[in-house]
Structure formats: structure tokens, C-alpha cells
């Protein structure tokens, strides 16, 4: 086990630059998720890792190990490709084997390692089997036992589980998890899933357009967002971003999101704001934020009333959309609180967990 070090890492294409000055430190044992939308360039930062995409300027380290001029076969790293890659005309357990035989090992401890892989993984019943007679499921654990028959170093990860179906894709992502924390090697995992992300990473790297936009714990992100769009893009349903301008009411301060739509700002974030010279902002609430006012005859510096326009029940609980400054947001609701159609509905936002952001940086405020 190792850990990985990349210095003002950059991929360039020509004049299009793909990765830009990505600096990272990844400890021993750890497991990182690089997520981002398609196009971010995270699949190229993890290709160079691997040594399948040259480093155009700075450095990749591996235990200290500069490796940006050793071949991907000498880099001591086991990678799983989203398609599998298995060899169609081997069985299952020549697929295990296979890297071991390219390195003349010897036919009784390449068979020991086969069945040591395949008894972790749940294999041994397969080992006859060619992939063509394997699910999306098997195919993917003969690819993660052909990773971890090698013992690498570091594991890299490029998307393994997008072609699986949603049920198969959480139970890999658990077995892949446990699997690493057994083990404990250094592994970089790509996915667009927020998600998988948050679920399976000690520390998640956010990128957009080739630059790091946050790196931190999946709590972290998720409730300490750096910007915006690390907001709206980590969490499930996501954020909704509104627009809004600070209202001046006597000592206190409102969030004016439209006409009779509201919010206190507490005392210790609208003085930040007015020191900084804040007027107009853009506003992130997460569902869990927002909820059905259920005191009767009462009142709230922090509720708006809006019609219901949809609801999307979830079992435990269900997701009312609702109008707050003209636009669709989703608050958290008790299943069967309120139905499609209902009429000008109260509810109350949390003023406290409200994200701040600058209207057009993006940048979070206080």
C-alpha cells in the first residue's frame, strides 16, 4: 500500500486544456472519489494515474515515486474499466490468473491465488464459467478479483458499476466498499453519481471543467458546499438555487424572494452580509430545509404559503413541490400531510441551515 501525491497535475489537448493544476494528496489507505458531470475530466486525471494518458506538466507521485515516465505495466496500480474487459475465449478462473501468468508465475500458486480471490468474492462456483454465461453482476467481481489478484499498490476505479442495474448497482458499490476497507489499499474511484460518492468515499474531489471545486468529506461537501454549484451538484433531490435580495425590516433583515415570500435572516448572518456590502444573493435550500408549517393559528418570521404542485412519495418519507419566488423547490413532508393541489399551504424554512452564495461568483457567503 501507498499513497498517491499529484503536483499542479494538467492535461492539454491541444489549446483545450482537459485537467488544470490539480493538486491532491491521498493517504495510505484511503479510498477518494473523483465525481463531477461528463466532461469535468476526471476520467482523464485517473488515466494519467494509470499511465494510458501522458501528463502534459506537473507531477504524479506514488510513495514518492515520481511515475510520470514509467510505463502503466511498471506502476505497481490494477484498474477496473466500466466494461468489464474480460477476456471472452477464457473461463473465469484464466481471467483471475491471467496477469499472474504474463508473469511467469508458477501454476501452483497462480491456482492458491485464483481460489483465495474466488472464495472472497463468491466466485467459486464460476471458475468454469466464460463471461458469456455470467450476469452484469458476476462479470463485474471477475473483474474486481482480477484487480485484486495482483495486490497492487493502488486500485483505480473508471465507473465499474454504470452498466449495472440500480438494485445490482447499490449492492457492488457495498461489496466494493467492504472489500476495500478489508484490504485497506489506496484506491481512486471516478463516477458521475453523487450518490456513489457520498456513500463510498472517505473524501470526495469535486471537479467542473478540469478544475478541483472542493475536496473534502462527503459531509463536508454536502453541508459546507464551497460554491453553488458544488451545492446543487452533491445531494439527492438536489438544491434548489433561488435568487434573492436583502430587505431592510426595522433591526432585522429579510430574505425577499416575492411578493409576501419571506424569510428572517438571523441576526449574526445579515450583519456578515451587510459588512460585506451584500444586497443580492443567490439562495441554496435542500428539502430537508424546507417543511409543512403545522402550527395552527400561528405565525412564523420564516414561512411562505404556496399552492402544492406535485408530490413525490418516497416510503419514509415524501418531497412536496412547492413555489417560493417563483420557482419550483422541494420541501420535506410527513407521507400523506398534503396532496397535489392543495391551496395556499404554510410552510417554514430553516433560516439557520440556509446556504449563501454570490449571485455571480457563485462563491459561498456566510
Same mark, same amino acid.
Given at each position: 500500500?501507498?499513497?498517491?501525491?499529484?503536483?499542479?497535475?494538467?492535461?492539454?489537448?491541444?489549446?483545450?486544456?482537459?485537467?488544470?493544476?490539480?493538486?491532491?494528496?491521498?493517504?495510505?489507505?484511503?479510498?477518494?472519489?473523483?465525481?463531477?458531470?461528463?466532461?469535468?475530466?476526471?476520467?482523464?486525471?485517473?488515466?494519467?494515474?494509470?499511465?494510458?494518458?501522458?501528463?502534459?506538466?506537473?507531477?504524479?507521485?506514488?510513495?514518492?515515486?515520481?511515475?510520470?515516465?514509467?510505463?502503466?505495466?511498471?506502476?505497481?496500480?490494477?484498474?477496473?474499466?466500466?466494461?468489464?474487459?474480460?477476456?471472452?475465449?477464457?473461463?473465469?478462473?484464466?481471467?483471475?490468473?491471467?496477469?499472474?501468468?504474463?508473469?511467469?508465475?508458477?501454476?501452483?500458486?497462480?491456482?492458491?491465488?485464483?481460489?483465495?480471490?474466488?472464495?472472497?468474492?463468491?466466485?467459486?462456483?464460476?471458475?468454469?464459467?466464460?463471461?458469456?454465461?455470467?450476469?452484469?453482476?458476476?462479470?463485474?467481481?471477475?473483474?474486481?478479483?482480477?484487480?485484486?489478484?495482483?495486490?497492487?499498490?493502488?486500485?483505480?476505479?473508471?465507473?465499474?458499476?454504470?452498466?449495472?442495474?440500480?438494485? #445490482?448497482? !447499490? *449492492?457492488? &458499490?457495498? %461489496?466494493?466498499?467492504? /472489500?476495500?476497507?478489508?484490504?485497506?489499499? $489506496? @484506491?481512486?474511484?471516478?463516477?458521475?453519481?453523487?450518490?456513489?460518492?457520498?456513500?463510498?468515499?472517505?473524501?470526495?474531489?469535486?471537479?467542473?471543467?478540469?478544475?478541483?471545486?472542493?475536496?473534502?468529506?462527503?459531509?463536508?461537501?454536502?453541508?459546507?458546499?464551497?460554491?453553488?454549484?458544488?451545492?446543487?451538484?452533491?445531494?439527492?433531490?438536489?438544491?434548489?438555487?433561488?435568487?434573492?435580495?436583502?430587505?431592510?425590516?426595522?433591526?432585522?433583515?429579510?430574505?425577499?424572494?416575492?411578493?409576501?415570500?419571506?424569510?428572517?435572516?438571523?441576526?449574526?448572518?445579515?450583519?456578515?452580509?451587510?459588512?460585506?456590502?451584500?444586497?443580492? #444573493?443567490? !439562495? *441554496?435550500? &435542500?428539502? %430537508?430545509?424546507?417543511? /409543512?408549517?403545522?402550527?395552527?393559528?400561528? $405565525? @412564523?418570521?420564516?414561512?411562505?404559503?404556496?399552492?402544492?404542485?406535485?408530490?413525490?412519495?418516497?416510503?419514509?418519507?415524501?418531497?412536496?413541490?412547492?413555489?417560493?419566488?417563483?420557482?419550483?423547490?422541494?420541501?420535506?413532508?410527513?407521507?400523506?400531510?398534503?396532496?397535489?393541489?392543495?391551496?395556499?399551504?404554510?410552510?417554514?424554512?430553516?433560516?439557520?441551515?440556509?446556504?449563501?452564495?454570490?449571485?455571480?461568483?457563485?462563491?459561498?457567503?456566510?
Amino acid at each position: 500500500m501507498a499513497g498517491l501525491t499529484l503536483r499542479a497535475v494538467e492535461k492539454r489537448f491541444g489549446t483545450v486544456v482537459a485537467v488544470k493544476a490539480v493538486d491532491l494528496e491521498v493517504a495510505d489507505g484511503e479510498f477518494i472519489v473523483l465525481v463531477g458531470p461528463s466532461g469535468c475530466g476526471k476520467s482523464t486525471l485517473l488515466r494519467m494515474i494509470a499511465g494510458l494518458e501522458e501528463v502534459t506538466s506537473g507531477q504524479i507521485l506514488l510513495d514518492g515515486r515520481n511515475l510520470n515516465n514509467v510505463a502503466p505495466r511498471d506502476r505497481d496500480m490494477a484498474m477496473v474499466f466500466q466494461d468489464y474487459a474480460l477476456y471472452p475465449h477464457m473461463t473465469v478462473a484464466e481471467n483471475l490468473g491471467f496477469a499472474l501468468k504474463m508473469r511467469d508465475m508458477p501454476p501452483d500458486e497462480i491456482a492458491r491465488r485464483v481460489a483465495d480471490v474466488a472464495a472472497v468474492l463468491e466466485l467459486d462456483t464460476l471458475l468454469h464459467r466464460k463471461p458469456k454465461a455470467l450476469s452484469g453482476g458476476q462479470r463485474q467481481r471477475v473483474a474486481l478479483g482480477r484487480a485484486l489478484i495482483r495486490d497492487p499498490e493502488l486500485f483505480l476505479f473508471d465507473e465499474p458499476l454504470s452498466n449495472l442495474d440500480a438494485k #445490482l448497482r !447499490v *449492492g457492488m &458499490r457495498m %461489496e466494493i466498499r467492504k /472489500l476495500q476497507i478489508a484490504l485497506r489499499t $489506496t @484506491s481512486v474511484y471516478v463516477t458521475h453519481d453523487q450518490i456513489e460518492a457520498m456513500t463510498m468515499a472517505d473524501r470526495i474531489v469535486v471537479l467542473r471543467q478540469g478544475e478541483v471545486q472542493q475536496i473534502g468529506t462527503p459531509m463536508d461537501i454536502y453541508e459546507k458546499p464551497a460554491n453553488s454549484f458544488v451545492g446543487s451538484f452533491i445531494g439527492s433531490p438536489p438544491m434548489s438555487l433561488l435568487p434573492a435580495s436583502l430587505r431592510q425590516d426595522g433591526e432585522a433583515v429579510r430574505l425577499a424572494f416575492g411578493p409576501e415570500q419571506e424569510v428572517l435572516l438571523p441576526a449574526a448572518r445579515a450583519e456578515a452580509l451587510r459588512k460585506a456590502g451584500v444586497e443580492r #444573493l443567490e !439562495v *441554496g435550500l &435542500r428539502p %430537508e430545509h424546507v417543511s /409543512l408549517f403545522t402550527d395552527e393559528g400561528g $405565525t @412564523s418570521p420564516s414561512s411562505f404559503t404556496s399552492d402544492v404542485v406535485l408530490v413525490e412519495d418516497h416510503g419514509a418519507d415524501s418531497m412536496a413541490v412547492v413555489s417560493l419566488g417563483g420557482r419550483d423547490i422541494m420541501a420535506r413532508v410527513e407521507p400523506g400531510s398534503v396532496r397535489v393541489g392543495d391551496r395556499a399551504c404554510r410552510f417554514e424554512v430553516d433560516a439557520e441551515r440556509l446556504h449563501l452564495f454570490h449571485l455571480e461568483t457563485g462563491a459561498a457567503l456566510v
